[in-house]
């Protein structure tokens, strides 16, 4: 969790998700300009049931997805998607330097 600039407990892989809420928050990071190939690091609950469930613990969230960013939790894909729309999401990853400012003319 505290090496890779994001990780995503997800159903499914980036490439081919699993449930709605995993579709939707590779979406999210897609649309916010995050390059999956560099940044982040996936891994597939659905392989590992004793993953999917000490990840819960770990968290003290129940449900899958889970996103962290350098380390920290933040949240499921509704927290993902509030951050998105309210812009604090393109902040903080603006602020961790995952994606570059955007340059305003």
């Avoid at 590779?26 to 560099?38: A, E, K, P, R, T």
Wanted: net charge negative; glycine share 6%; hydrophobic share 40%.
């Amino acid at each position: 969790v505290k090496s890779n600039d994001i990780v995503l407990f997800m159903k499914g892989t980036p490439d081919a998700p699993m449930c709605g809420f995993s579709r939707a928050s590779v979406q999210i990071l897609q649309v916010q300009g995050v390059d999956f190939n560099s940044k982040v690091s996936a891994f597939n609950v659905l392989e590992d049931p004793e993953l999917r469930e000490s990840i819960k613990e770990y968290s003290s969230w129940p449900t899958i997805p889970q996103i962290y960013v350098k380390g920290e939790f933040v949240g499921g894909c509704d927290i993902l998607l509030n951050m998105h729309q309210s812009g604090d999401l393109e902040d903080m990853l603006v602020k961790e330097k995952i994606i570059p400012p955007i340059e305003e003319d």
